[in-house]
T-cell receptor, first 116, second 111 residues
Framework: NAGVMQNPRHLVRRRGQEARLRCSPM?????VYWYRQLPEEGLKFMVY????????ESGMPKERFSAEFPKEGPSILRIQQVVRGDSAAYFC??????????????FGNGTRLTVT | EDQVTQSPEALRLQEGESSSLNCSYTVSGLRGLFWYRQDPGKGPEFLFT???AGEEKEKERLKATLTKKESFLHITAPKPEDSATYLC????????????FGQGTELSVKP
């Protein structure tokens, strides 16, 4: 049973470019969460999505960041016009959802974004 | 505001030297407290979930306990392969499945 798959593992972008990070949840999981981890800092919640719905985006910066989880295909975290401060590891996690809210989140191995 | 504080930030142990990691939390209605292990360059790996004060869970050399305000991760006779960052997170009833993480404790076990 494949775990949470994230790609790419490493992404280098120049300032002003766009970054697209992809996440395929575990089989049978319908809820996806995105977290950001800055060097020497903890995991910070960004956004929580179900298929075709954003449930909680309270951790998302108001500008340049967006996320989607379409009916078909992976979840996408999109960062427009990247700046050096966006350099971080971005982790995706998934859970079954529904009545299983207290199920643990299962994490992928992250995408490490470097903005030059 | 829901908050998680872990201490110490870093811990160095000799192989076989037992110790404990602390996780203090403030949350409006705790649904669960979660412990994860994170190795460099990897995503967090789930260890335990605790749901109510007094609960304990064990896995190999690790034992997690929970009170109404904090959780402890006890490491008995650690080995070098236990070296990792240990993360504590809380889930509140009004927050869906979202986890709020602490900063982590970086554990180093020397042979």
């Amino acid at each position: 049973n494949a775990g949470v798959m994230q790609n790419p593992r490493h992404l280098v972008r120049r300032r002003g470019q766009e970054a697209r990070l992809r996440c395929s949840p575990m089989k049978g999981h319908s809820h996806v969460y995105w977290y950001r981890q800055l060097p020497e800092e903890g995991l910070k919640f960004m956004v929580y999505l179900q298929k075709e719905n954003i449930i909680d985006e309270s951790g998302m910066p108001k500008e340049r960041f967006s996320a989607e989880f379409p009916k078909e295909g992976p979840s996408i975290l999109r960062i427009q016009q990247v700046v050096r401060g966006d350099s971080a590891a971005y982790f995706c996690a998934s859970s079954p959802g529904g009545q299983s809210y207290n199920s643990p989140l299962h994490f992928g191995n992250g995408t490490r974004l470097t903005v030059t | 505001e829901d908050q998680v504080t872990q201490s110490p930030e870093a811990l160095r142990l000799q192989e076989g030297e037992s110790s404990s990691l602390n996780c203090s939390y403030t949350v409006s209605g705790l649904r669960g407290l979660f412990w994860y292990r994170q190795d460099p360059g990897k995503g967090p790996e789930f260890l335990f979930t605790l749901y109510s004060a007094g609960e304990e869970k064990e896995k190999e050399r690790l034992k997690a306990t929970l009170t109404k305000k904090e959780s402890f991760l006890h490491i008995t006779a650690p080995k070098p392969e236990d070296s990792a960052t240990y993360l504590c997170a809380v889930q509140a009833y009004n927050q869906g499945g979202k986890l709020i993480f602490g900063q982590g404790t970086e554990l180093s076990v020397k042979p």
